[in-house]
């Protein structure tokens, strides 16, 4: 093994335990994966974090194939077909956060009832329809919730989110949980009024220019925020 995929298993790990510790998973559900070498790095079925250690991360080809010893997480092919479909995904986090998941067994996305849903890349995060987990037929149903976006909720089962990074997918995992908590707070007076769609375009538009520093932000990107004045 190379440095680099070593670094990569060990950030999987990592990744991986922290679904425990910040509490967007229990046992051994949920499971992590990063893009490596024309393939992937993903956990393996069944075994508890605790357990996890770099020889059992297994390497997959985005074909369906694994090589060594321990079979893949059941949700690999979830993994593989983000990694497919998105150029973009670095890395991947799937669990049964309690927020998300509740919401889920309602088949009920995440409306724009607050801003920070355009997180995940739209103006709403939408719910896969039910299929039984570890199938192709999941698989499809969240490359079409996803469309365009990086996080959706799989009814009756959990979220998936994907990001640039372990560590983005996984900030984005904890993002979707934390919408899914305050949307269900706020369902308890009624279904929120949801933010209107040109509101919900600007954000997504202010979202590209977030968290840049001035020497990153094109002219375009400068008008989305009232900028502040730099003083001598
Ligand atoms: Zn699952």
Known sequence: MTTAEN????????????????????GTSGNVSVRYN???????????????EMKKI????????????????SEWRMHMDIYRNYKDAEAVVHCHSARATALSTHN????AFHYMVAVAGGDQIKCADYATFGTKALSKAMIDALE??????????????????????LGLAGEVEALADQYLSALVLGEPAPLCPAEMK????????????????????????EMPQRRD
């Open 148 to 169: 365009d976006r990086t996080a959706c909720l799989l009814a009756h089962h959990g979220q998936i989110a994907f990001g640039p990074s372990l560590h983005k997918a």
């Open 58 to 73: 297994v390497f997959m080809d985005l074909e369906g194939g694994y090589f060594g010893d321990f079979l893949p997480s």
């Open 7 to 26: 670094q990569l298993r060990r950030e999987v790990i990592r990744t991986a335990r922290a679904l425990q510790s910040t509490g967007l998973t229990h």
């Open 108 to 111: 009920k996305g995440i409306p």
């Open 38 to 52: 024309n393939g992937m790095l993903i956990t393996p079925s069944g075994i508890p974090y605790e357990d996890l």
């Open 202 to 225: 600007e954000i997504l538009r202010k979202f590209k220019s977030y968290g840049k520093q001035l020497d990153t932000l094109d002219g375009d990107d400068a008008g989305a925020f």
